[in-house]
């Protein structure tokens, strides 16, 4: 099972039959979270090139193109990938498994797509089970999270992702059989926005599961060629960060708990971002945004 270090996870699971969409955690006041590690700057790690030994074991015929271009070319087929997973029948797919109780893999009927949906659709192939890796070990009734996914987008988009299981040679066509691949990273919750990310590429979509950020600032990264510069200059606008330091001190009511809880779900998704290998430039850039602004409201807050 792929491992790494483990943090408290507080993230809401989206139910994995939906498509692929990022939904914002709302704190609960009332639980003070134990001490964290705030440092001023969340660390990127160095970038390493995704596995080209995961990657043709999940897509044999993009084995020699560059990752760029499978990326450019999955972000045209998104809507057939989501319509697809949308189509999976949520009885035969639990939000989540206990460990001890993953089968190997899952079979899934078939909905019939709704009017509109784009054609043809695009079955996930996997399904992957994601635990909380403790230190203590990870206890067998230890529920895990279950995510269907395309594995060539895993592959495309994560560079420490384990090669996924053989899928079935065939399949019928009421229903889809998903191998399992379990999975340990140190927020399982946190995973629900990178899911969503990798299939849709939604700066805003991201950040508005991440923090309270005002809708006027969220529509100024709306999917577009301008998205990533939008963002930069908002990292680089003094007036700009303080404007959302003060938004999340006021929807936090300056409750120093609650800024807390915020800080520490943007710290758990950037290690599942390092534990992945996850290299996208701009949500690294509305990372470090996010971290800005909690600590901006945080010190609102103490003063």
Not at 7 to 36: K, L, T
Not at 207 to 222: D, I, K, R, S, V
Request: glycine share 4%.
């Amino acid at each position: 099972m792929f491992q790494v270090a483990s943090h408290p996870a507080g993230f809401p699971h989206a139910h994995p039959a939906a498509a692929p969409s990022a939904r914002r955690y709302r704190p609960d006041e009332s639980a003070v979270p134990g001490p964290i590690q705030m440092p001023r700057k969340l660390e990127r790690p160095p970038f390493t090139d995704i596995s080209r030994d995961t990657l043709t074991a999940a897509a044999p015929e993009l084995a020699a193109v560059p990752a760029e271009f499978i990326r450019q070319g999955l972000r045209t087929k998104a809507p057939q990938m989501q319509a697809g997973i949308a189509a999976l029948a949520p009885s035969h797919l639990p939000p989540s498994i206990p460990r001890s109780h993953l089968p190997q893999a899952l079979t899934v009927p078939l909905r019939a797509p709704p009017p509109g949906a784009p054609s043809p659709l695009s079955y996930p192939t996997h399904a992957l089970a994601i635990g909380a890796q403790s230190s203590k070990g990870s206890k067998d009734s230890a529920p895990q999270l279950v995510f269907a996914v395309h594995a060539v987008v895993l592959a495309a988009h994560c560079a420490n992702i384990p090669r996924f299981p053989a899928p079935p040679r065939s399949r019928a066509s009421a229903s889809v059989t998903l191998p399992i691949l379990p999975l340990s990273l140190p927020s399982p919750q946190a995973f629900a926005i990178l899911h969503a990310f990798m299939y849709t590429h939604r700066i805003d979509a991201a950040l508005g599961a991440l923090l309270p950020f005002p809708p006027t600032f969220l529509e100024t990264l709306a999917p577009s060629s301008s998205t990533a510069a939008h963002l930069a200059a908002a990292l680089a606008s003094g007036s700009t960060r303080h404007q959302l330091n003060a938004h999340l001190c006021a929807a936090s009511s300056g409750n120093l708990s609650t800024l807390m809880t915020h800080a520490a779900h943007v710290r758990e998704l950037w290690q599942d971002m390092v534990a992945l290998g996850l290299y996208d430039p701009t949500l690294w850039d509305a990372l470090d945004l996010a971290w800005e602004v909690v600590l901006g409201a945080m010190n609102l807050a103490a003063h």
